[in-house]
Each structure stands twice: as C-alpha cells, then as structure tokens.
C-alpha cells in the first residue's frame, strides 16, 4: 500500500548522460514536488507541480527539468548531469487545500561517475 | 521570504536525559511540521502544528509550537538509542499559486549514547 513510489531506488549515470527519475503516487493529490537532498543538508527544493501547473524555483538549474503527464506521474529529467549532481532526489506529494501532512516517497540515490 | 533555523545542529546526548531541539522561522508560518530521517532514508513525518499554542506527544517526542514568538520546540524525554537520527522542522508560506511551499530548516543531527 505504498503511497509515493520512487523508481529507481539507486541510479548511477556517467557524467554528461541523461537520466529520468520516476514518480507515482496514490494518493490523488494535486501537488507533487522534486526536492535534491545532498549529503548532511535540508532537502532543497527544485520544482512544484499544480495540477499541470509547473513551478519552477529561481536557483533551480536549467539542467533539470520536469514533466507530470497525469496526476499519478511525475518525471526529474538531469539533461546533463554533472558530479554535482550526486545527491539524494526525494519526490512528495500534498493535497492543495490540506496543509496537514506532506507524503515522501522513498528517495532516489543518484551517483554521477 | 520564509527562513527557518534550526539549533543545535548536532546533539550527542546519554541515553536517559532530556533535551530540547529549537526552530526558529522568520516571517508568518500558521504551521509546522517536524520531519525524521533516518541514513540513507527518506524523510517520515513526526508532527503537524496546526495552531498557535499547539502541543503534540508521541512516545518520548513532544513537540510545541508559539506562532507570536515563532518558535516551535522538539522535547526529547529519557532518550533511547532509536530516537538517534536527523530532525528537521520545516514552515510552510501560502504561495500565490495557490500551494504551499515547505521551507526546510537545516536540520538537528541526534546522535543518542548508551
């Protein structure tokens, strides 16, 4: 009865070649957010999603970019990623009209080569 | 915009004692949420503070939230071995998009000795 799903758990890419990271939920719920989590530091935010509305932080690089192709999936595209990279990637979800709770999916650990 | 800190950043404590982990946040936040995270794991939700004056227990965690000082504390009561893990609170801004964003503090890493 998983509620966030992350695929997959552990991804390693060589420097410079495309990677998707997935995530699927359960949960129905109309936001879905992509945060990198580096090694000892608070998750950091990259992206949200509204529906089919796609926020973007300000500091978050053009090296990644997002798709949500229904309100189940959502999609961390690093078009180019670099040793910088190497982190942690966490997707979560929450309903837009509860700010009760926010549900994390299992976390993606992402190595650059 | 909404900044939230987190002291002390990292907690050696004895199995048994008492200790309080603070989060402060700089601007309006009507709520607040503790995180745990585990090595290696993703982050499990602990507490929601919905409201000024808020107190919630679970175990041997208490947590507190005071809105006009905007201050929520982390009560750690006779901690045990397993409570040892990164604690995070984070403040959660409405957003003119109509979602809210949460604003992580830098988080309180507890290491608890036998």
């Known amino acids: 009865d998983a509620m966030v799903i992350q695929n997959p758990r552990y991804q390693v890419t060589q420097f410079g070649k495309p990677v998707t990271l997935s995530c699927s939920q359960t949960?129905?719920?109309?936001?879905m957010y992509w945060y990198q989590q580096k090694s000892s530091q608070a998750p950091k935010l990259l992206f949200h999603y509204y529906d089919k509305d796609f926020n973007n932080e300000a500091d978050t690089p053009d090296n990644f970019q997002s798709r949500r192709p229904n309100t189940s999936f959502c999609f961390l595209d690093i078009r180019s990623p670099g040793l910088g990279d190497a982190a942690m990637y966490l997707c979560a979800t929450s309903r837009d009209q509860d700010r009760y709770e926010q549900y994390f999916g299992p976390g993606t650990r992402l190595t650059v080569t | 915009e909404l900044k939230v800190e987190q002291n002390p950043l990292f907690l050696s404590m004895q199995e048994g004692k008492n200790y309080t982990i603070y989060c402060n946040y700089s601007?309006?936040?009507?709520?607040l949420y503790w995180y745990r995270q585990d090595p290696g794991k993703s982050l499990e939700s602990l507490f929601v503070l919905l409201s000024n004056g808020a107190v919630k227990q679970e175990g041997r965690l208490m947590a507190s939230l005071d809105t006009k000082a905007r201050l929520s504390t982390l009560h750690i009561t006779a901690a045990v071995h397993d409570l040892s893990a990164t604690y995070f609170c984070?403040?959660?801004?409405?957003?003119?998009?109509?979602?809210?964003?949460?604003?992580f503090g830098t988080g309180t890493r507890l290491k608890v000795l036998a």
């Open positions: 984070a403040g959660v801004p409405f957003l003119t998009s109509g979602t809210y964003k949460y604003i």
């Open positions: 949960l129905n719920h109309n936001v």
């Open positions: 601007t309006t936040s009507d709520r």
